[in-house]
């Protein structure tokens, strides 16, 4: 069965950096185009950061081009999200995501809070 597993998140002051991983299992990771989301409290999953199977193409929300960059390693099927500049509106519970015969799965999400 298809298993995300998110790593990474924690406290971190503004400004700094973090980075997420995503241990993808139960499925061929490295032909499927793969997401990262996060939620506020009381609001619905927002895209973060999508990339192809090749790692080649990529696409940012806007509120995260320039500081956030989403890559992937096939051969460990593991997806990843440096995080750089973090501000407090960063603060969510972040989530890897992936489709497969149109069905939506997601990882248990890591939690990114970014306080002084």
């Known amino acids: 069965q298809v298993q995300l597993v998110e790593s990474g998140g924690g406290l971190v002051q503004p400004g700094g950096s973090l980075r997420l991983s995503c241990a993808a299992s139960?499925?061929?990771?490295?032909?499927?185009?793969m997401r990262w989301y996060r939620q506020y409290p009381g609001k619905e999953r927002e895209l973060v950061a999508a990339?192809?199977?090749?790692?080649?193409?990529?696409y940012y929300a806007d509120s995260m081009k320039g500081r956030f960059t989403i890559s992937r390693d096939n051969a460990n099927s593991t997806l990843y999200l440096q995080m750089n500049s973090l501000k407090p509106e960063d603060t969510a519970v972040y989530y890897c995501?992936?489709?497969?015969?149109?069905?939506?799965?997601w990882g248990k999400g890591t939690l990114v809070t970014v306080s002084s």
């Open positions: 995501h992936v489709m497969r015969d149109g069905i939506n799965y």
């Open positions: 990339i192809d199977t090749t790692g080649r193409n990529t």
């Open positions: 139960g499925f061929t990771f490295s032909i499927f185009f």
